[in-house]
C-alpha cells in the first residue's frame, strides 16, 4: 500500500500549484483522505481533507478560497490546488488516507501517509 505525492516544485508569490497523490496496492474509494503540510522546524499541520465521496471538505482557515481538495476514485487519486500561494505556504506537504471514510482534521485519523513533496515559495 503505497500513497505517492507528487506536483510540488518552486513558484513565485501568487502563483499556483497543483499536487496529486496516487495511490497503489489498495483502492482508498472508501476512505476520507487529507492533505498536511510541515515547514522546517514546525509540526506537521493540517491542511485539508475530503471525504470518500468527496461531499464534505474542510480547510484550515489560512487557505480557506486559495486550496481545493478533490478526489477521482476511479483513479484512485487525490488533488489539491493551491492558487494566490504565500511565502508562508512553503512546507513538505504530504497526503494521507483516513481510518474511515469521513473527514477529520487530526493526523491521528490517518493511517497510510505518503512520502511528501517540496512546495517553496519565493517573495
Known amino acids: 500500500v503505497q500513497l505517492q505525492a507528487s506536483g510540488g516544485g518552486l513558484v513565485q508569490t501568487g502563483g499556483s500549484l497543483g499536487l496529486s497523490c496516487a495511490a497503489s496496492g489498495r483502492t482508498f474509494g472508501n476512505n476520507g483522505m487529507a492533505w498536511f503540510r510541515q515547514a522546517p522546524g514546525k509540526q506537521r499541520e493540517f491542511v485539508a481533507t475530503?471525504?470518500?465521496?468527496?461531499?464534505?471538505?474542510y480547510y484550515t482557515d489560512s487557505v480557506k478560497g486559495r486550496f481545493t481538495i478533490s478526489r477521482d476514485n476511479a483513479k484512485n487519486t487525490v488533488y489539491l490546488q493551491m492558487n494566490s500561494l504565500k511565502p508562508e505556504d512553503t512546507a513538505v506537504y504530504y497526503c494521507?488516507?483516513?481510518?474511515?471514510?469521513?473527514?477529520?482534521?487530526?493526523?491521528?485519523?490517518?493511517?497510510?501517509w505518503g512520502q511528501g513533496t517540496q512546495v517553496t515559495v519565493s517573495s
Open positions: 494521507a488516507a483516513g481510518r474511515d471514510s469521513w473527514v477529520s482534521r487530526d493526523t491521528s485519523s490517518y493511517n497510510c
Open positions: 475530503i471525504s470518500w465521496s468527496g461531499a464534505t471538505t
